[in-house]
């Protein structure tokens, strides 16, 4: 099955600590990369976020990354086809604790 195309991603902060957005993708060699981080996304917030903007290249293999500040991060299990200009969005939810959270998808819309 084709992955899904999207063009933005949002993660909402249910958990108690301080979230910061990356992206992983896989450059032209396979290699997996990391963007860089987002501003903190606090406990009930939620931002949306253009892979682009942070470095992912269009027609890039996506995930979500959380860092969790002071705790263990969480990378989404779901890659998703980066597609600039794309009016899909993969929501994402994230919970729990610094070092015991839960990272999920909520929907594409």
Excluded: C
């Amino acid at each position: 099955m084709p992955l899904q195309k999207i063009g933005k991603m949002s993660l909402k902060n249910s958990g108690g600590f301080v979230a910061r957005v990356q992206f992983s993708y896989l450059d032209d060699n396979g290699e997996k990369k990391l963007t860089n981080q987002s501003g903190d996304l606090t406990l009930g917030f939620e931002r949306t976020y253009d892979p682009g903007d942070m470095g992912v290249p269009d027609g890039s293999m996506v995930y979500m990354h959380v860092f969790v500040v002071w705790g263990t991060d969480n990378e989404a299990k779901r890659a998703f086809l980066f597609e600039k200009g794309n009016v899909s969005v993969a929501s994402y939810n994230i919970s729990g604790t610094t070092l015991n959270n839960d990272l999920g998808l909520i929907d594409i819309r």
